[in-house]
């Protein structure tokens, strides 16, 4: 069972507007960590955000900001004043159990096309 | 501080040949990880090496298989390759002493199988 959900497939915005990318997330465990992470055209993963599952609270951090809510199990991720660099595909990613260490679990991530 | 590096960037192989891809994770990181990257199956995990044993794996055939020397390096072997091990292999780097911790990827290696 897909254990991170990312329902949007693409996301088309013009420079300068938000983007919002939902994130879905199932687990058992009481403690896990969720992660954002970029992956531009080049191939690599760009980590973006980190969040454990113990502190909700919300924060920005420059232009990107998250809104976890476990009652939910949402992630979700936004680009404020979204920038033609920000195109690329975004991973959500979840990291659970005692003995999985090194070992995320990604949604199937959400291409973000901004045009100028 | 280098990032993680992983060889070679691209690759193309004929079935039934076995490959292997190197990883070298950044200095002072134990743990390496490796994922396959596929348009139809996204980003699964293969396997986490950490102090040179395999502490993880994921459900993927025996052909697959990997090790990690004592500088942290990791290698990753494909045997017998099908048209299906064709993919973006990715390894991810980290402390590997606690999952609070970020994994930085290398750029991967490209493996075409023809």
């Known amino acids: 069972a897909q254990k991170v959900t990312q329902a949007q497939t693409e996301i088309s915005v013009v420079e300068k507007e938000d983007v919002t990318l939902d994130c879905v997330y199932e687990?058992?465990?009481?403690?896990?960590?969720l992660f954002w992470y970029k992956q531009p055209p080049s191939g690599e993963l760009v980590f973006l955000i980190r969040?454990?599952?113990?502190?909700?609270q919300n924060e920005i951090s420059g232009r990107y900001s998250w809104n976890f809510q476990k009652s939910t199990s949402s992630f979700n991720f936004t680009i404020t004043a979204s920038q033609v660099v920000d195109s690329a595909v975004y991973f959500c990613a979840l990291s659970e159990g005692t003995d999985s260490w090194g070992k995320f679990q990604f949604g199937a991530g959400t291409q973000v096309v901004v045009t100028p | 501080k280098a990032g993680v590096t992983q060889t070679p960037r691209y690759l193309i192989k004929t079935r039934g040949q076995q490959v292997t891809l190197s990883c070298s994770p950044i200095?002072?990181?134990?743990?390496v990880s490796w994922y396959q990257q596929t348009p139809g199956q996204g980003l699964q995990f293969l396997f986490e090496y950490f102090s040179e044993t395999q502490r993880n794996k994921g459900n993927f055939p025996g052909r697959f298989s990997g090790r990690q020397f004592s500088n942290s390096r990791s290698e990753m072997n494909v045997s017998t390759l099908e048209l299906g091990d064709s993919a973006l292999y990715l390894c991810?780097?980290?402390?590997?002493?606690?999952?609070?911790?970020?994994?930085?990827f290398g750029q991967g290696t490209r493996l075409t199988v023809v």
């Open positions: 200095s002072g990181h134990r743990s």
């Open positions: 687990t058992r465990d009481t403690t896990y960590y």
């Open positions: 969040r454990n599952s113990f502190d909700e």
């Open positions: 991810a780097s980290s402390t590997g002493v606690s999952r609070a911790y970020q994994a930085f």
